[in-house]
């Protein structure tokens, strides 16, 4: 019998816990702490920690530029706001993220517009940009969903045929690669995330933006320090911008993790070999599909699921699994088009800018029904992995799989 029905659970544990920060992120942090009680100056920021994390960063990355800043949204923004896009204009969105992955967009007077995923993908892809492309399009932001890498050398030819820079969201996207370059190497500018649950992180919030652009770079560093002339003979601050630092305790801390980033990674995918081996013998659920030549670093496994073979949707299956002990969450609806803040428009309150804003040129009324990405999140279900399972959670997750799916089976 299912655990659901009243049977047993095939798992009666919790699943690990990660233990991301360990003795020698305390001990960093301990030594700061120390220094500056024993000099009596405060812990600051753009000091020497956190210019040797942007250093390391970059290195990791394979040379460029790096700047640290307070979170992943706020990355994201800065990116933005480096292109110094004219305001007024459409900035291309992901089909499917997280709301900070979309909002900066909007904040910087740019409408957005979101493109439909590839099909059998949580990703845009390039005949879905190329969709809603205008006159009036400014840049193309690109996520990489779960760690999964887009179909990035279409979207990229689409981009530099049209002129619009390409910003790529790699939020949950730390060491993916694509085609053998790192995921945040190939657009103009990226933007990651490194809040305590991505694959490194720099304390309970932060993100990094990165470019190979030394003078893009600077940009994003003056943006993001309320325009501060850095790098120029400018006497006072050039633009406005917000107040978006990092400091020097989050980069003290983000070096240690760096230093663990390549063997988590490592692990992630060997867990998510040894899941997807472990299943290849159901019928109706799989690993969902991912981009040919692309190397993805599972923020989180996505599961497809043929409900047609089933006489339960997809939702019922996973909650079944669920029941049976298994973390798992039944569907990642995180589509722009569908939130209130979007389709009500609350962006500047008293107005519906930047939608109405009297230089818009383009449609203020167009629709996103977003039909692929809808498709997606309603046939596939996602899990959570990390760098500390062992063959444990992987047999468990494995025959709670098969214990749900016989009892379903047509």
Partial sequence: ??????????????????????????????????????????IGYSGPEELAYEREFAAFMGGGYADLVNSGTSALYAALGALKLEAAGEVVIPPITDPGGAMPAALLCQVPVVADAAPGSFNAGAEQIAAVLTPHTRAIVVAHIAGEPADMTPILALAEERGIPVIEDCAQAHGARYKGQLAGSLGAVAAFSTMSGKHHATGPQGGVVFTRDEELCWEAKRFADRGKPFNTEATSNLRAGLNLNGNDLSAAIGRVQLKKLDAMVAKRRQVAAQIEEAIAECKAVRLGWQVAESEGVYWFMRFYVDAAKLRMDKDGFARAVAAEGIPLTATYRYIPSEMVWFKERQVFP???????????????????????????????????????FVEREVADIAEAFAKVEQAYLR
């Fill in 1 to 42: 019998m299912l655990a659901i029905d009243g049977g047993p659970k095939i798992r009666e544990t919790p699943f690990p816990r990660r233990h991301l920060f360990g003795a020698e992120e305390r001990e960093v942090a301990l030594r700061l702490f120390s220094e500056a009680q024993e000099s009596g100056n405060a």
């Fill in 350 to 388: 008293g107005s519906d800018y930047p939608w109405g804003l009297p230089a818009y040129g383009g449609d203020r009324n167009v629709k996103f029904p977003c039909p692929n990405a809808v498709d997606a999140v309603e046939s596939h279900f996602i899990m959570s992995i990390h760098e500390n």
